[in-house]
Structures are given as structure tokens and as C-alpha cells.
């Protein structure tokens, strides 16, 4: 019971505190869209690495915080499976015609929108993936630290929950395979480099991805069909599609992992 209340107390005093400080941070005024949204992102992910250095330091940083191994390896497994995430989904509803490009958007300032894109990425991550994961596993074990992590950052996409059971589940899977590829990569590298191209062109190049509503996208693009195809008013997000993009990129992942800690032994 003593583990189990002091692991508790460190969770919610981790994320508790975080939330209060960018609560109580005023963002900079500014006339100007992208600049604003990037003070918007920048200030909780410096609240994150405040926090994390704060609790690893008070670890006696005993908590592998795995944030820099590996960046060859993670930066081309997140590329290249991050291409696959998107790509599959993408190409097959283009195929189906269930996506349509219309068109291009005027966008001011494309490179502060993909910075703050970028910054957001990396927020949710370190949130979610970073300290807590590592804390709970070494805590107690992956299995626990997966499903924990995964509610919260499940709970942090609320919106999923009106919109209905398949974006639930994609969210839900979602950070499944984040956190599988995290364990397979050692790094958290790569399912932050995957989140990122899901993010960065999903929404601000294609359209079909949600961020923040001022966000802008370069395409101007529609979905049209049965809303278990397409997603609907989700997108991409709500999309079966992508749902079984998930579950075979985990059963994929899943299986490597669990080959090469068999061979490991």
C-alpha cells in the first residue's frame, strides 16, 4: 500500500502540478496568429521539462528518463513508420474516394506553425511518455505504465469521447502504439518523430488531422461517405481505417519486441 500511495502522489503531483503552473502562465499578447500559438505551445513544453528535471532530480535520477538514446535508430524508425501510419490510411481513403483535395489555402508563417506543431508534439509526449511512463514502469512494470500513461492521454483528447467509439479507440490505440514503439526504439525519439508527421502533415498540410482550432492546413480537403470510413467531423482521426492501421502496427511492433526480448534472454 505504501508503494502504491507514494507512486500515486508522485503521478498526480507530477501532472497537478504542471497543469497549475501553465494555468497561472500568461501567454504574450500577439497580433499575429502563428506567433501567438507558438508562445501557446512553447510555454507548456518548457513547464514539462521544468517538471521532469524537477521529479528526476528528486528520483536521485534513478528513473531512466530515455529521451536522447538511440537517435539514429529512433529518428529513421520514426520516419519510416510514421510515413507508414499517415501514408496507409491516406492512400487507401484517396483510393476509395472517401478523401478529396479541393484546393490550397493561403498560410502566412508555415514554418512558426510547424515549430509550434513541433513543440506540442514534444509537450504531450514528455507528458505522457516521458517521467510518468518511466516512473510507473520502474515502478511496477511495462504492462502497468502502458495502460495508465494510455488513459491519461486518452483523457487528455476529451473531445474523442462526443464524437464517438472510433475515435475513442483511435486515440486509445494511438498511444498504444506510441508506447510500443517507444520500448522497441529505447527512445522516445521515435514515437515523438511519428506523432509529429501525424500532426504536422496530417493537419497543417492535408487537413485531417485536429489541433487547436486556429490552426490552419495548406489543402483544402473534404471527406465525403460512410462516416465509419471516413470519420466524419473527425477526419482522419474517426476513421476505421486508421483504427485497423493501428492495431496492425502494434501487432506488428509487438511481435519484433517480443522476438528480440527472446532472443535478449
Known sequence: MKKI???TVKFIGFFLGWAILISVLPIPSSEVPAIWRLWAEVEPLLAIIIFTLIFWLLEKKRVELHLLNHPVRGTTLGLLAGIVWLGVPVVIMYIAKIIHFEGMNAMDLFGVWVLAAFCNVIMQELLVRGYLYQMMKRNYNTGIAAIVTTMLFTALHGGAFEAGIVPVMNVLTMSL??????????????????HFLWNGIGALIIGGVSLADDYPSLMVTTFTGNVFWSGGECKIEGSSIVLFTNIILIAFFGLLLNRRDKCAR
Open 177 to 194: 502504439l506510441m508506447t510500443i514503439i517507444l520500448e522497441y526504439s529505447g527512445s522516445i525519439i521515435a514515437p515523438t518523430i511519428m
Open 5 to 7: 500511495a507514494i507512486t
